[in-house]
């Protein structure tokens, strides 16, 4: 499967933004589909994921009340609502589809497929 995160830009102190992450060559049918997110110099860190069958979803203490993930079915596209950003939140975001076990849904290591991320950019 092929991915494709949309949605970034540049905001204020805030702010909300959703970001978009299409899916090409088949569905999402059967994976979890996670977001992420990297600084220059700093690790990938976990920010939400959701599982195309069920729904199960997973936030990072960091986001949990402002950030909500959801997915359409009929459009085959995940998203990720971001509300009330602050400068910490600015990174490059990227969506990434796996089957990871419910204990690893937070390790990059659990995503085999990845976009090329889109980035964000909260400005004080």
């Known amino acids: 499967v092929q991915l494709q995160a949309s949605g970034g830009g540049l905001v204020q102190v805030g702010d909300s933004l959703r970001l978009s992450c299409a899916a090409s060559?088949?569905?999402?049918?059967?994976?979890?589909v996670a977001w992420f997110r990297q600084t220059p110099g700093k690790e990938r860190e976990f920010v939400a994921v959701?599982?195309?069958?069920?729904?199960?979803?997973k936030y990072s203490d960091f986001v949990k009340g402002r950030f909500t993930i959801s997915k359409d079915y009929a459009k085959n596209m995940v998203y990720l609502q971001m509300n009330k950003l602050t400068p910490e939140d600015t990174a490059r975001y990227y969506c990434?589809?796996?089957?990871?076990?419910?204990?690893?849904?937070?390790?990059?290591?659990?995503?085999?497929?990845w976009g090329q991320g889109t980035q964000v950019t909260v400005s004080s």
């Open positions: 990434a589809a796996g089957t990871p076990i419910l204990s690893s849904m937070s390790s990059d290591r659990s995503y085999a497929h």
């Open positions: 060559g088949r569905s999402f049918g059967g994976y979890a």
């Open positions: 959701i599982r195309w069958n069920g729904g199960t979803t």
